[in-house]
Protein backbone atom coordinates (compact mmCIF):
# COMPACT_ATOMS: atom_id res chain seq x y z
CA UNK A 1 0.00 0.00 0.00
CA UNK A 2 1.40 3.77 -0.74
CA UNK A 3 2.07 5.85 2.28
CA UNK A 4 2.84 9.20 2.22
CA UNK A 5 3.23 11.12 5.95
CA UNK A 6 4.33 14.44 5.90
CA UNK A 7 6.06 15.73 9.42
CA UNK A 8 7.46 19.21 10.66
CA UNK A 9 4.55 21.70 10.03
CA UNK A 10 4.48 24.21 12.70
CA UNK A 11 3.68 28.01 13.88
CA UNK A 12 6.99 29.93 12.92
CA UNK A 13 6.97 33.51 12.46
CA UNK A 14 7.36 35.58 9.20
CA UNK A 15 11.02 35.58 7.98
CA UNK A 16 11.97 32.40 9.74
CA UNK A 17 12.42 28.72 8.40
CA UNK A 18 11.04 25.51 8.02
CA UNK A 19 11.53 22.12 6.76
CA UNK A 20 9.28 19.53 5.52
CA UNK A 21 9.64 16.00 5.63
CA UNK A 22 7.69 13.14 4.11
CA UNK A 23 8.21 9.86 3.92
CA UNK A 24 7.11 7.41 1.28
CA UNK A 25 6.42 3.43 1.56
CA UNK A 26 4.90 0.78 -0.06
CA UNK A 27 6.29 1.77 -3.48
CA UNK A 28 9.94 2.18 -5.28
CA UNK A 29 10.08 5.93 -4.53
CA UNK A 30 13.55 6.13 -6.99
CA UNK A 31 10.89 5.88 -9.93
CA UNK A 32 8.95 8.73 -9.44
CA UNK A 33 8.74 12.55 -9.92
CA UNK A 34 7.90 13.94 -6.29
CA UNK A 35 6.01 17.03 -5.52
CA UNK A 36 4.44 19.50 -2.90
CA UNK A 37 1.40 20.57 -3.33
CA UNK A 38 -0.02 23.54 -0.68
CA UNK A 39 -3.86 24.33 0.48
CA UNK A 40 -3.73 28.23 2.28
CA UNK A 41 -6.79 27.44 4.97
CA UNK A 42 -10.71 27.94 2.77
CA UNK A 43 -8.59 28.15 -0.51
CA UNK A 44 -7.98 25.91 -3.37
CA UNK A 45 -5.25 23.52 -4.26
CA UNK A 46 -1.61 25.16 -5.18
CA UNK A 47 1.19 23.18 -6.76
CA UNK A 48 4.63 24.41 -5.18
CA UNK A 49 7.81 22.19 -6.54
CA UNK A 50 8.39 18.81 -7.96
CA UNK A 51 11.23 17.22 -8.41
CA UNK A 52 12.61 14.72 -10.78
CA UNK A 53 13.74 11.03 -9.67
CA UNK A 54 17.32 11.59 -9.48
CA UNK A 55 17.32 15.01 -8.09
CA UNK A 56 18.76 16.46 -11.64
CA UNK A 57 15.60 18.54 -12.39
CA UNK A 58 13.30 20.64 -9.86
CA UNK A 59 11.02 23.46 -10.57
CA UNK A 60 8.92 25.88 -8.56
CA UNK A 61 5.82 28.16 -8.47
CA UNK A 62 7.01 31.72 -9.07
CA UNK A 63 5.86 32.66 -5.38
CA UNK A 64 8.40 30.74 -3.96
CA UNK A 65 11.35 30.88 -6.10
CA UNK A 66 14.49 31.14 -4.17
CA UNK A 67 13.17 30.93 -0.96
CA UNK A 68 12.14 27.16 -1.15
CA UNK A 69 14.42 24.60 -2.08
CA UNK A 70 12.74 20.89 -2.85
CA UNK A 71 14.78 17.93 -1.92
CA UNK A 72 15.01 14.31 -1.99
CA UNK A 73 16.93 11.23 -0.23
CA UNK A 74 16.21 7.97 -2.60
CA UNK A 75 18.10 5.89 0.07
CA UNK A 76 16.17 7.23 2.61
CA UNK A 77 12.75 7.16 0.61
CA UNK A 78 12.23 10.71 1.75
CA UNK A 79 11.49 14.13 0.35
CA UNK A 80 11.96 17.54 1.94
CA UNK A 81 11.08 21.16 1.41
CA UNK A 82 13.54 23.51 3.34
CA UNK A 83 11.30 26.46 3.77
CA UNK A 84 12.95 29.97 4.25
CA UNK A 85 11.78 33.39 4.65
CA UNK A 86 8.33 32.62 5.33
CA UNK A 87 5.75 35.06 4.87
CA UNK A 88 1.66 34.97 5.83
CA UNK A 89 0.94 34.14 2.83
CA UNK A 90 2.54 30.87 2.81
CA UNK A 91 0.13 29.51 5.37
CA UNK A 92 -1.35 26.81 4.40
CA UNK A 93 -1.35 22.70 4.69
CA UNK A 94 1.17 21.26 2.83
CA UNK A 95 0.77 18.28 1.09
CA UNK A 96 3.56 15.55 -0.18
CA UNK A 97 1.93 14.18 -3.87
CA UNK A 98 3.90 11.58 -5.92
CA UNK A 99 3.44 12.48 -9.29
CA UNK A 100 4.33 15.96 -11.06
CA UNK A 101 5.85 17.12 -14.28
CA UNK A 102 3.77 16.09 -16.98
CA UNK A 103 2.30 13.22 -14.73
CA UNK A 104 -0.61 13.25 -12.16
CA UNK A 105 -0.74 13.01 -8.28
CA UNK A 106 -2.18 9.77 -8.15
CA UNK A 107 -1.05 9.36 -4.22
CA UNK A 108 -1.16 12.46 -1.82
CA UNK A 109 -0.13 12.17 1.96
CA UNK A 110 -2.29 13.72 4.85
CA UNK A 111 -0.83 17.59 5.13
CA UNK A 112 1.15 19.44 7.21
CA UNK A 113 -0.07 22.33 8.18
CA UNK A 114 2.38 25.49 8.22
CA UNK A 115 1.04 28.21 10.10
CA UNK A 116 3.51 31.33 9.29
CA UNK A 117 2.33 34.72 12.36
CA UNK A 118 3.68 37.03 14.79
CA UNK B 1 -6.33 34.11 -10.57
CA UNK B 2 -6.24 30.67 -10.87
CA UNK B 3 -4.75 29.58 -14.75
CA UNK B 4 -7.18 26.98 -15.25
CA UNK B 5 -11.22 28.36 -14.40
CA UNK B 6 -13.65 26.15 -13.14
CA UNK B 7 -17.58 27.16 -11.39
CA UNK B 8 -17.20 28.01 -7.75
CA UNK B 9 -20.23 25.68 -7.68
CA UNK B 10 -22.86 23.23 -9.14
CA UNK B 11 -25.37 21.21 -7.40
CA UNK B 12 -28.05 18.41 -8.75
CA UNK B 13 -30.23 16.28 -7.00
CA UNK B 14 -29.60 12.85 -6.25
CA UNK B 15 -29.63 10.59 -9.27
CA UNK B 16 -29.21 13.57 -11.66
CA UNK B 17 -26.40 14.26 -13.63
CA UNK B 18 -23.92 17.58 -13.71
CA UNK B 19 -21.25 18.50 -15.43
CA UNK B 20 -17.90 20.91 -14.13
CA UNK B 21 -16.18 22.62 -16.91
CA UNK B 22 -11.83 23.66 -16.91
CA UNK B 23 -11.15 26.40 -19.26
CA UNK B 24 -7.16 26.55 -19.77
CA UNK B 25 -5.83 28.55 -22.38
CA UNK B 26 -2.77 27.64 -25.44
CA UNK B 27 -0.11 26.72 -23.17
CA UNK B 28 -1.58 24.51 -21.47
CA UNK B 29 -5.13 22.23 -22.02
CA UNK B 30 -5.18 23.55 -25.63
CA UNK B 31 -1.51 23.18 -25.99
CA UNK B 32 -2.03 19.40 -25.38
CA UNK B 33 -1.10 18.63 -22.37
CA UNK B 34 -3.43 15.94 -20.42
CA UNK B 35 -6.29 16.76 -18.30
CA UNK B 36 -6.42 15.36 -14.73
CA UNK B 37 -9.13 15.40 -12.13
CA UNK B 38 -9.05 15.06 -8.50
CA UNK B 39 -11.83 15.33 -5.58
CA UNK B 40 -11.33 16.46 -1.76
CA UNK B 41 -14.31 15.21 0.79
CA UNK B 42 -14.20 18.00 3.45
CA UNK B 43 -11.28 17.55 5.75
CA UNK B 44 -9.24 15.31 3.91
CA UNK B 45 -6.45 15.16 1.07
CA UNK B 46 -7.25 15.38 -2.73
CA UNK B 47 -8.05 11.98 -4.17
CA UNK B 48 -6.84 11.23 -7.76
CA UNK B 49 -10.17 11.12 -9.52
CA UNK B 50 -9.45 11.14 -13.92
CA UNK B 51 -5.74 11.14 -15.49
CA UNK B 52 -5.10 11.56 -18.77
CA UNK B 53 -8.50 13.12 -19.82
CA UNK B 54 -10.54 10.43 -19.47
CA UNK B 55 -9.40 7.51 -17.74
CA UNK B 56 -10.09 6.23 -14.12
CA UNK B 57 -7.91 5.09 -11.25
CA UNK B 58 -8.94 1.53 -9.98
CA UNK B 59 -11.76 1.68 -7.48
CA UNK B 60 -13.37 5.01 -8.82
CA UNK B 61 -17.33 4.36 -10.14
CA UNK B 62 -18.15 4.19 -13.71
CA UNK B 63 -20.33 6.96 -12.95
CA UNK B 64 -17.65 9.72 -12.95
CA UNK B 65 -16.12 10.27 -16.38
CA UNK B 66 -14.06 13.24 -18.13
CA UNK B 67 -13.43 14.28 -21.87
CA UNK B 68 -11.48 17.09 -23.05
CA UNK B 69 -11.79 19.22 -25.91
CA UNK B 70 -9.47 22.08 -27.54
CA UNK B 71 -8.57 24.63 -24.48
CA UNK B 72 -11.22 23.02 -22.15
CA UNK B 73 -12.21 19.38 -20.32
CA UNK B 74 -15.23 18.40 -18.45
CA UNK B 75 -16.05 16.08 -15.67
CA UNK B 76 -19.32 14.55 -16.18
CA UNK B 77 -20.74 12.69 -12.59
CA UNK B 78 -23.60 10.62 -13.49
CA UNK B 79 -26.33 8.95 -10.59
CA UNK B 80 -25.31 11.72 -8.02
CA UNK B 81 -24.86 10.42 -4.75
CA UNK B 82 -24.95 12.31 -1.15
CA UNK B 83 -21.12 10.99 -0.65
CA UNK B 84 -20.42 12.67 -4.03
CA UNK B 85 -20.20 15.84 -2.10
CA UNK B 86 -17.09 17.59 -2.36
CA UNK B 87 -14.89 19.87 -4.24
CA UNK B 88 -13.43 19.13 -7.17
CA UNK B 89 -10.47 20.51 -8.87
CA UNK B 90 -8.78 19.75 -12.26
CA UNK B 91 -5.10 19.80 -12.74
CA UNK B 92 -2.60 20.61 -16.25
CA UNK B 93 0.57 21.16 -17.29
CA UNK B 94 1.16 24.66 -18.16
CA UNK B 95 4.59 25.28 -20.34
CA UNK B 96 5.14 28.66 -18.93
CA UNK B 97 4.23 27.82 -15.17
CA UNK B 98 4.24 24.20 -14.42
CA UNK B 99 1.66 22.14 -12.89
CA UNK B 100 -1.52 24.10 -12.36
CA UNK B 101 -5.24 23.85 -11.08
CA UNK B 102 -8.09 25.19 -11.35
CA UNK B 103 -9.71 27.05 -8.45
CA UNK B 104 -11.71 24.18 -7.20
CA UNK B 105 -15.67 23.47 -7.75
CA UNK B 106 -17.91 22.76 -4.67
CA UNK B 107 -20.52 20.32 -5.54
CA UNK B 108 -23.54 20.60 -3.31
CA UNK B 109 -26.45 17.33 -3.73
CA UNK B 110 -29.56 18.84 -2.85
Known amino acids: EVQLVESGGNLVQPGGSLRLSCAAS????????MSWVRQAPGKGLEWVANIKQDGSEKSYVDSVKGRFTISRDNAKNSLYLQMNSLRAEDTAVYYCARGGGRSPFDYWGQGTLVTVSS | QSVLTQPPSVSGAPGQRVTISCTGG?????????VHWYQQLPGTAPKLLIFGNTNRPSGVPDRFSGSKSGTSASLAITGLQVEDEADYYCQSYDRLSGSVFGGGTKLTVL
Open chain 2, 26 to 34: SSNIGAGYD
Open chain 1, 26 to 33: GFTFSTYW
